[in-house]
C-alpha cells in the first residue's frame, strides 16, 4: 500500500479557493453576456412598438395591442410566457393567454414576435395558444433595462 503524499491545510484552502473564484468569474460573466443579449432584444423591440405602446412600456413595463381579427385589446407584459392578457373596455383582464415563439428567446424577442402575431394573424394566432384565467394580474412590476 502506498501512502499518500502529504498536503497542507493552506494549500487546500488555497486550491479551493482558486476554484470558487475563477467559478464567481465565470458566473459574472455570463450573467454580463445575458444582459447584453436582453439590452439587444428591448432594444429591437422598442424600434418596433408605436410611440404610444414605448411610452407604455417605458413606464409600466408592458403594452397594448389592438387584434388583427376581432378589434379586442391585448395587453403584453413583460416576460416570456403567462404574459398575454385580453382587456375589457373597463381595463379589466378578460382571459390570459399562452403563447410563444419556439427557442430560446429573451423577453424582448418573445414580446415582438406576440405583438406581431396578434397584430397580423389574431385567428391563428389564438388557435395555437392556450388560455389560463383572469384571476391572475398582468404583470408589470419589473423595472424597464436600460
Known amino acids: ?33 445575458y444582459e447584453r443579449i436582453e439590452a439587444r432584444g428591448i432594444a429591437l423591440l422598442s424600434a418596433w412598438l408605436s410611440p404610444e405602446q414605448r411610452s407604455q412600456f417605458e413606464r409600466y413595463r408592458r403594452f397594448d395591442v389592438v387584434g388583427s381579427d376581432s378589434g379586442k385589446r391585448y395587453r403584453i407584459c413583460y416576460g416570456t410566457s403567462t404574459n398575454v392578457y385580453e382587456m375589457d373596455g373597463r381595463d379589466r383582464v378578460v382571459l390570459g393567454w399562452c403563447f410563444r ?26 388557435m395555437v395558444a392556450q388560455p389560463f384565467p383572469s384571476t391572475l394580474p398582468p404583470r408589470a412590476s419589473h423595472r424597464p433595462v436600460r
Open 101 to 126: 415563439p419556439v427557442g430560446s428567446l429573451v423577453p424582448g424577442d418573445v414580446m415582438l414576435a406576440q405583438k406581431i402575431a396578434l397584430e397580423t394573424n389574431e385567428r391563428a394566432t389564438l
Open 1 to 33: 500500500m502506498t501512502a499518500l503524499p502529504e498536503v497542507s491545510l493552506s494549500s487546500v484552502f488555497r486550491r479551493a479557493g482558486s476554484a470558487l473564484w475563477a467559478t464567481a468569474v465565470a458566473i459574472w460573466e455570463r450573467w454580463q453576456a
